[in-house]
């Protein structure tokens, strides 16, 4: 399915202990737009949903729908935090294409 690095569990874990109302977990999805044609989206999440796959690594569980999983197969996502850049990284096998901020590909 995917695969979490260490660094993403921890961010993942510090976004659901400090968010503002308590949550099951995050979900990934994959929305048409950005500039190569596809983008992902995070977002806190309470329920699993009809055909949702559900990926629980030490405790955090990611919710990921039917539709977005054959984009998202066999991808590894990663949590970041640098001088340039901070947040979660998308390493993603099926994208023929990715745009520079690496949250959009095709």
Not at 9 to 24: C, H, M, V
Not at 56 to 81: A, C, N, Q, R, Y
Not at 96 to 102: D, H, S, V
């Given at each position: 399915?995917?695969?979490?690095?260490?660094?993403?569990?921890?961010?993942?874990?510090?976004?659901?202990?400090?968010?503002?109302?308590?949550?099951?977990?995050?979900?990934?999805?994959v929305e048409a737009g950005?500039?190569?044609?596809?983008?992902?989206?995070m977002g806190l999440e309470?329920?699993?949903?009809?055909?949702?796959?559900?990926?629980?690594?030490?405790?955090?569980?990611?919710?990921?729908?039917?539709?977005?999983?054959?984009?998202?197969?066999?991808?590894?996502?990663?949590?970041?935090?640098?001088?340039?850049?901070?947040?979660?990284?998308?390493?993603?096998?099926?994208?023929?294409?990715?745009?520079?901020?690496?949250?959009?590909?095709?």
């Amino acid at each position: 399915m995917i695969t979490l690095t260490p660094n993403a569990i921890s961010a993942a874990r510090t976004i659901l202990e400090t968010a503002a109302a308590p949550a099951g977990g995050l979900r990934i999805e994959v929305e048409a737009g950005g500039c190569s044609g596809f983008t992902y989206r995070m977002g806190l999440e309470n329920e699993t949903r009809d055909g949702d796959q559900i990926v629980e690594t030490d405790g955090v569980k990611f919710f990921i729908d039917d539709m977005s999983l054959g984009f998202v197969k066999g991808m590894t996502v990663d949590f970041v935090s640098s001088f340039e850049k901070s947040g979660f990284v998308f390493e993603n096998p099926n994208a023929t294409t990715q745009c520079g901020c690496g949250k959009s590909f095709a």
